[in-house]
């Protein structure tokens, strides 16, 4: 099942609040951890399908899939945190992203949910937070119990790196 979502605005007013700004993200895990990127990054969300290998690619690029007719390029956000393998379940998702001028689609754990956030919940990463993880991280907020982290995926995946993985499409 395809989901799309559609936002004009990432950071509107939220007249409930009084005069905040509210941005709006797009939940996900990987590993136990929860992270979160803008809805107006994002084409759509969708099941995993069939991937094709491309050789000599980045460990961290999965390889091809067909969407409607376009081939886009798959990262592994896994494996671009250096995090540890895990198969493929019934939760995991592709996120399709919207980035330079160019559509890919992030392989996640699980997608949980389309949240909007107060701009002024949003902590900054803590110095102790080392340097290379910290350019990608635009903020940090609770929630519930845990700790959201909120991704700059512009900074994550900068033009350079998107015209490399995007090179064979």
């Known amino acids: 099942m395809v989901q799309e979502f559609r936002s004009p605005e990432t950071s509107q007013r939220d007249p409930r609040r009084g005069d905040h700004s509210v941005i709006q993200l797009v939940g996900f895990r990987l590993d136990e951890e ?40 798959i990262i592994h956000l896994r494996k671009r945190f250096g995090l540890a393998p895990r198969e493929f379940d019934d939760e995991t998702r592709t996120i399709v992203v919207n980035l330079h ?4 689609g992030c392989i996640v754990d699980a997608v949980t ?3 909007r956030i107060n701009t002024e919940e949003i902590q900054p990463v803590p110095i ?12 940090l907020t609770k929630l519930e119990d845990r700790i959201l982290i909120i991704l700059d995926i512009e900074k994550l995946f900068d033009n350079d790196e998107i015209q490399a993985a995007t090179a064979a499409v």
């Open 34 to 73: 929860d992270y979160a990127i803008a809805i107006t990054k994002i084409q759509e969300i969708i099941l995993m399908k069939p991937i094709t290998r491309l050789p000599e690619a980045p460990d961290y690029i999965e390889g091809l899939i067909n969407l409607r007719g376009s081939v886009i390029p």
């Open 101 to 104: 001028d160019r559509t890919f």
């Open 113 to 115: 949910q389309v949240m």
């Open 128 to 139: 102790s937070v080392r340097a290379m993880a910290r350019q990608y991280i635009s903020g």
